[in-house]
């Protein structure tokens, strides 16, 4: 889940922005007052069969507005290879991750993850993305407890360095079925009592549609949970999860998804909204027509809430 290798390019200690190198065209992301409409990105992931040259080209062909990236994505492409394409890129970046790789589940020294942890955070400084999602990794034989205190004192650590990049962790719980494999937060709850604890400004959490939204109460409290919510994903699925791969794009399965948009530009959301679909059957079209897809999916989204403007 993470890709542990030294890179040339990211330095460590990291330096301080005002070492950075100049930045050149990389565009600033959005600010408050922006519509809906022009504050929905697309994760690389949901192209998944294209490398990074071809996600950024097609993407700002076809008009997407910004890009959400992902590490292992980057490091496919090379790292150093992969700044200079985004930053010649018209395409601002929505975030960068993920972290993960905490409780040791696959191998990884938690020392090795903090390490690449700074050197993500870094890269999202110099790439002015606004937020970085942490996924914690299954509990891999710790007790709940532990786990968590082992997150929070994790987060309490990098959130010093994320604040001097401009950049928030977004811990992401997941729907139960991803508990295996990805995390062991699978509530709105269990994400809260770890925010709370670590207690940070540039700790916040990541807000999944598929995940969430149709969990008990959640519906209820989304206008009380907007302070807490970094960046918000946008997947659909119909009915329960069968499989960690059954997304669907936004609008064509069965959850709330325009309701829940509603209530969080109503409670003063201004944050960014990524589109990521996991979905082998997504994955075999060409991806022109994903993104395409993806694109009709924003557009009736946004003229349903143009009523409420």
Not at 8 to 37: A, C
Not at 297 to 303: H, N
């Amino acid at each position: 889940m993470s890709a542990f290798e030294s890179f040339e390019d990211v330095s460590y200690p990291p330096r301080l922005p005002h070492d950075f190198p100049d930045l050149g065209g990389v565009p600033q992301n959005p600010s408050q007052g922006f519509p809906f409409s022009r504050r929905v990105s697309i994760n690389h992931l949901t192209t998944l069969r294209c490398q990074l040259p071809r996600d950024l080209d097609l993407y700002t062909q076809l008009g997407v507005g910004a890009i959400g990236l992902n590490w292992r994505k980057l490091n496919e492409y090379g790292l150093r290879r992969s700044l200079k394409r985004i930053r010649k890129s018209p395409l601002a970046v929505s975030s960068v991750g993920w972290i993960s790789g905490f409780t040791g589940q696959y191998g990884h020294r938690l020392k090795d993850t903090l390490l690449e942890a700074r050197k993500m955070i870094r890269v999202a400084g110099v790439l002015r993305a606004p937020v970085i999602p942490v996924i914690t990794g299954p509990r891999a034989g710790h007790i709940r407890s532990h786990a968590a205190r082992l997150i929070g004192d994790s987060l309490r650590d990098l959130a010093p360095l994320a604040s001097i990049y401009g950049v928030r962790l977004a811990l992401q719980p997941m729907h139960p079925i991803y508990r295996k494999n990805w995390t062991f937060l699978n509530s709105v709850d269990q994400t809260l009592e770890i925010l709370d604890r670590v207690d940070h400004p540039h700790v916040m959490m990541s807000f999944g549609m598929s995940h969430l939204i149709d969990q008990p109460g959640v519906m209820d409290r989304l206008s009380d949970l907007v302070p807490r919510i970094a960046i918000v994903g946008l997947s659909d699925r119909s009915g329960e999860l069968s499989s960690e791969n059954d997304g669907l794009i936004p609008g064509t399965g069965d959850l709330p998804i325009r309701d829940a948009i509603a209530t969080l530009e109503q409670a003063g959301y201004t944050g960014w909204y990524e589109i990521e679909v996991w979905s082998p059957d997504l994955w075999k079209l060409q991806p022109h027509d994903l993104i395409q897809g993806c694109l009709l999916a924003k557009d009736r989204l946004a003229a349903s809430l143009a009523p409420l403007a």
